[in-house]
């Protein structure tokens, strides 16, 4: 039987830097006023304290990126502020809300689900992670952010000052498969550099992935975005 208490952990996945998988049992975390959650490292490192973009400007450039027009509340993952952009299943959703199954953010429950015998147990699927929105003040801050969430989906950033050294912020962003947009001189809104389809080509999807969407479920029906 599964539970949706949380079970309480003491450290947070580290990052692959080749990969952007994150792996377990490395640096202590803290959580958004959530304690007991499976690890999420969710404090903004010194000196890269981002520019906040308004939660339009975050649909606006999801859709141009061709994500879809499903964005969550503004979410701090891996120390990383960002806009998820998901899809939801409706259905899915009534289902749990029949069953009385709330978001689960138990990671032994969760990586119990991952087992072929555990599919009946296996509360559905409501959300699924399409891609990551951020910004900060530099596009080098913004594009380090990014890169910590490219092995669960898609990222990209917005610019929120003028590109400098724009050559150079495309040709990183193209490497690592981060996508860029900016204000340009009109005031429109542009994707200078197109987004990866989904993750990182290296990583594979695991248990933490499930908790993100469950963490993404669970801020959704908080914020009352769900019927």
Known sequence: MWSGHASTRTSAPAMDRRTGQLWPNEVSYVTSGQPGLFPSNVGT?????????SSSDAQKAAELLGWGQRVAPRMTLFGVQAYPVVDISERAHDLRERLDQPPVLDH????????????????????????A???????RSALSGASRLRGFC????MATSPL????????????QGVGMLAVDSSGQLRVVEPARRGRSPQARRRTLDRWIEELIYQELIHAGALA
């Not at 490192?45 to 973009?53: E, F, K, R, S, V």
């Not at 929105?133 to 596009?139: D, E, K, P, V, Y």
């Not at 898609?154 to 950033?157: E, F, I, K, R």
């Not at 400098?164 to 490497?175: D, G, I, N, R, T």
Request: net charge negative; hydrophobic share 50%; aromatic share 6%.
């Open 45 to 53: 490192p010194a000196g890269l304290a981002p520019t906040l973009i």
């Open 108 to 131: 032994d429950v969760l990586a119990v689900w991952q087992w072929p015998e555990a599919a009946p147990m296996r509360a559905p699927e409501v959300v699924k992670l399409r891609g």
């Open 133 to 139: 929105l951020s910004s900060a003040r530099s596009w």
């Open 154 to 157: 898609s990222t990209a950033v």
């Open 164 to 175: 400098v050294h724009e050559e150079e912020c495309l040709l990183e962003c193209k490497l």
